[in-house]
């Protein structure tokens, strides 16, 4: 059952990535020829055959296709066309630095999004609470870039509390991190607050009430777990936009990471890079999403298989 | 009663809902220590909204505007909602209707019934953890050690109930209020449920909430009848079943199944020896499912005949409802029409000649809907008429139900559930079906509506000669309305034959069992002119 399980999910990792390779293939077909960005002004017709010949640019398309996908069963990628380097280096290089970015965030995320979930959840016919809501749904509405360039504008130059650069001081890991809260944390605000609203007209409620259970008990020992399972499947399904975003916020705020390489490199058509990265992060939402499931299965106990 | 001390007291409570105005009336009860007191009535009564103030636990945005609760001369109404709250779970426990809803899913029993012992009693963790464990196993759960640690969905609808008991007596509260504890089980279930309840009225109160007015004369020693909000009349249970002084308590007691003054439903004209619909053999397994729904089930139903299915729940009832209206595909071979149409495709044959009327009337009528478009649906899709006459076959269909025609352009939720399920018949009307399906039609209503739609089932069906199937968990009503009787058990056929027969001479143990477990807590006779129970009047 378990094996099986595992072996479904190992299959659905290898079409996943399939499909990432073959898309990523055309749309850098479409893209433009590398060849010429690496020959510098005017290049003579024998520079570009040589450059292609050298990076096998002049094989039939099939051809081409065949033998990427072959090196990437082999988690070879090649090496980057600019540095030189092996192309999977370059990108688990840039890995840590997203990462901290990321669990930052989403730390953040987590503890405001809960509490004022729960807090607008509670009484949501309550005007402040309304209040409350509207503001999150106006939070929702504001794209995350435009959030990121109004606390630089308003922190870093107006105020000059916080650098914007680089992340050598912890100081300055504080602006990016809200910003990419950004991307869901309104998201998240809003399911939990549904989820509890809707946990508090149920059955069970009055149960613990008749019990003598206090209101905070109520709220986040029996109405917040309830509403648990819907936003971790939330998480689970938003963490391949988050990727968007933290495109985004590294650029702007120059952060090294695998959203700004991305980038430099899709600006200098360094293939093997690109392909690299798309590895990684298809890698990275995959282990996450499974993750989401295995946490749902946890905290809801109706959707584990029955062993009885 | 004046013996033993008063442990409730409820003088002239009132309650106000800002929008709905007053909806408790000036009401007043009493429960000596040890009593089994009863609140009986129909829904919207206000018996659960009365127990719900004892605790100060009426739902948003009602309010208590008048009115003393005292328990153990301690006065409740005069406390905040600070003082209060501690008290809940230790002077009264509340057991509630559906066992299901009432527990967390996602909670694990242990640590519910752990952490509402610590909030009382200051225990520590592994003390209330052995209180727990004591909890479980006073309600007689079996292997309470596995069950701490299991979730609600791994019980059933009894076990959930024991399970709920446990949880309103682990801080020990001289009250037990029950409101409609065994509405939502089983017979069986429901009398093993009761005998527990009783034996636990030992040790503490019980005010028990039920609509169910033989099982409370039965159960109850004294008994209290609500009607819209006021307590109409009051006094020990035998008494008030057998001389009602109030004329609503006479009405309820008139709606009982085989007190009612309606005509059972039984044909007098000779059967037709035509089968509407014939079963041979019908099984059907579902995908995943060890045992088979339904196995080798043969039955036919006849035209101007009434047949009952009975079953507790998962006995197949509606798995055959289903496979007659062709939700789930059977081999033809094991479900035929010989009457009708044959040469029409099985699906044709079903829409025009088989109709069904679902339990829940509240969610089988579109909300969005006018009746006129719910009743006149079937009409337009088959194209019947035109626009004109269906809007007159509509009013005609209504006034046959009992319903103004004059209402038919208002929507469901203007109707009242009764009125609900009238619709709902109308709508089954409008084809001019040949047979009849009704899956627990009656169940979601209150006994007086019941009887006034047996009633209106009983006249249609004389008139439009139809065979009419209906499925039912009660064997009284069963009794009182079928030629035929088909007793399920686990998906197979235990036995059939005529209503008396299996009413009166049960040839299987199983039947036997149902009937005892629906007649323990019923009056075997209420006392007016010798009618018992399970006598079928012809």
């Known amino acids: ?308 | 009663m004046s013996a033993s001390p008063s442990l409730l007291r409820i003088r002239g409570l009132c309650v106000d809902f800002p929008r709905g105005g007053r909806v408790l009336h000036e009401v007043s009860m009493d429960a000596a220590e040890g009593e089994i007191v009863g609140l009986v009535g129909e829904s919207g009564a206000g018996k659960t909204l009365a127990a719900l103030a004892i605790l100060g636990l009426i739902p948003q945005p009602g309010r208590i505007a008048g009115g003393k609760v005292f328990i153990r001369d301690r006065e409740l109404t005069k406390l905040g909602e600070q003082t209060l709250r501690p008290l809940r779970g230790r002077l009264a426990g509340f057991v509630f209707q559906d066992p299901l809803k009432s527990l967390n899913p996602v909670r694990r029993i242990g640590s519910a019934l752990v952490e509402s012992a610590m909030r009382h009693s200051g225990l520590s963790r592994r003390q209330a953890r052995e209180r727990a464990m004591e909890a479980l196993r006073s309600v007689e759960l079996a292997n309470p050690e596995s069950a701490m640690r299991a979730y609600p969905h791994q019980f059933s609808g009894g076990q959930r109930q024991r399970i709920m008991i446990a949880l309103a007596l682990i801080n020990r509260p001289p009250l037990l209020i029950a409101d409609e504890p065994t509405t939502a089980l089983d017979a069986s279930v429901q009398s093993r449920v009761l005998e527990l309840l009783k034996r636990r009225a030992k040790r503490h109160t019980l005010l028990m909430i039920t609509h169910d007015l033989a099982l409370a004369a039965r159960f109850c020693d004294r008994l209290y009848v609500m009607h819209g909000g006021r307590v109409v009349e009051h006094g020990p249970a035998r008494e008030l079943f057998s001389n009602p002084r109030h004329e609503y308590t006479r009405s309820l007691l008139d709606s009982l199944p085989g007190r009612r003054t309606t005509a059972p439903m039984r044909s007098k004209r000779r059967k037709s020896r035509e089968a509407l619909a014939a079963v041979r053999g019908l099984t059907v397994r579902y995908r995943g499912a060890a045992q088979a729904a339904v196995e080798d089930v043969d039955f036919a139903v006849h035209a101007n005949e009434t047949v009952c299915l009975v079953g507790e729940s998962g006995s197949g009832k509606t798995t055959i409802a289903r496979a007659l209206a062709g939700v789930i595909r059977v081999d033809p071979e094991q479900l035929r029409f010989p009457s009708l149409n044959d040469d029409l495709p099985g699906a044709a044959v079903r829409a025009r000649h088989l109709q069904m009327v679902f339990q829940d009337p509240y969610s089988s009528l579109n909300p969005r809907w006018p009746v006129e478009r719910i009743v006149g649906e079937p009409i337009r899709t088959h194209r019947l008429c035109g626009r004109t006459e269906q809007k007159a076959r509509v009013a005609a269909l209504l006034g046959r139900v009992g319903l103004d025609p004059k209402q038919m352009d208002r929507r469901p939720a203007a109707f009242s559930g009764g009125q609900r399920q009238r619709i709902a018949l109308a709508r089954a009307l409008a084809m001019n079906p040949r047979l009849l399906l009704a899956d627990e039609a009656l169940s979601a209503l209150d006994i007086r509506t019941q009887a006034r739609i047996l009633a209106l089932l009983r006249d249609i069906r004389e008139e439009r000669r139809l065979a009419l199937l209906l499925i039912t968990h009660d064997l009284a009503l069963a009794a009182e309305v079928g030629d035929r009787v088909i007793v399920l058990r686990r998906g197979r056929i235990v036995e059939q034959g005529p209503a008396s027969k299996v009413m009166n001479a049960p040839r299987h143990e199983y039947t036997r069992e149902l009937l005892a477990a629906q007649a323990r807590w019923r009056p075997e006779n209420p006392g007016r002119e010798g009618v018992r129970m399970y006598t079928p009047r012809l």
Not at chain 1, 42 to 60: C, H, K
Not at chain 1, 178 to 188: D, E, V, Y
Not at chain 1, 203 to 215: K, Q, V
Not at chain 1, 218 to 247: H, K
Request: charged share 10%; proline share 6%; hydrophobic share 60%.
């Open chain 1, 1 to 308: 059952m378990i094996l099986s399980g595992l072996a479904q999910r190992l299959a659905r990792l290898a079409i996943l990535l399939l499909g990432v390779n073959a898309l990523l293939f055309v749309a850098l077909g479409l893209a433009g020829d590398p060849a010429l960005m690496l020959a510098g002004e005017d290049p003579t017709p024998e520079l570009l055959e040589r450059i292609r010949a050298e990076y096998g640019l002049d094989l039939p398309v099939w051809q081409r296709y065949l033998v990427q996908l072959g090196r990437m069963a082999q988690l070879d990628f090649g090496v980057s066309i600019y540095t030189g380097q092996p192309a999977l280096f370059m990108a688990l290089e840039q890995l840590p630095g997203t990462l901290l970015m990321a669990v930052l965030s989403m730390g953040l995320t987590l503890v405001t999004a809960i509490p004022a979930g729960v807090w607008i959840g509670h009484r949501p016919e309550a005007a402040s609470r309304r209040f409350g809501a509207a503001l999150t749904a106006v939070a929702q509405g504001i794209p995350g870039f435009v959030m990121a360039l109004v606390l630089i504008q308003l922190f870093v130059v107006r105020l000059g509390w916080l650098p914007s650069l680089g992340y050598a001081q912890p100081a300055a890991w504080i602006l990016p991190s809200i910003s990419l809260g950004f991307f869901l944390a309104p998201k998240l605000c809003r399911v939990v607050s549904a989820g509890v609203a809707e946990a508090m007209q149920e059955d069970y409620i009055r149960t613990a009430r008749a019990n003598g259970a206090s209101m905070r008990f109520i709220l986040w020992r029996e109405a917040l777990p309830a509403a648990l399972p819907a936003a971790v499947a939330l998480i689970g399904t938003q963490f391949a936009f988050l990727v968007s975003g933290v495109v985004l916020i590294e650029t702007l705020f120059l952060w090294p990471g695998i959203g700004l390489l991305l980038l430099h490199s899709a600006q200098n058509l360094d293939f093997p890079v690109l392909q690299a990265i798309c590895f990684v992060v298809a890698l990275l939402v995959f282990a996450v999403n499974n993750l989401a499931d295995a946490l749902l299965r946890l905290i809801d106990p109706r959707l584990r298989p029955a062993t009885q």
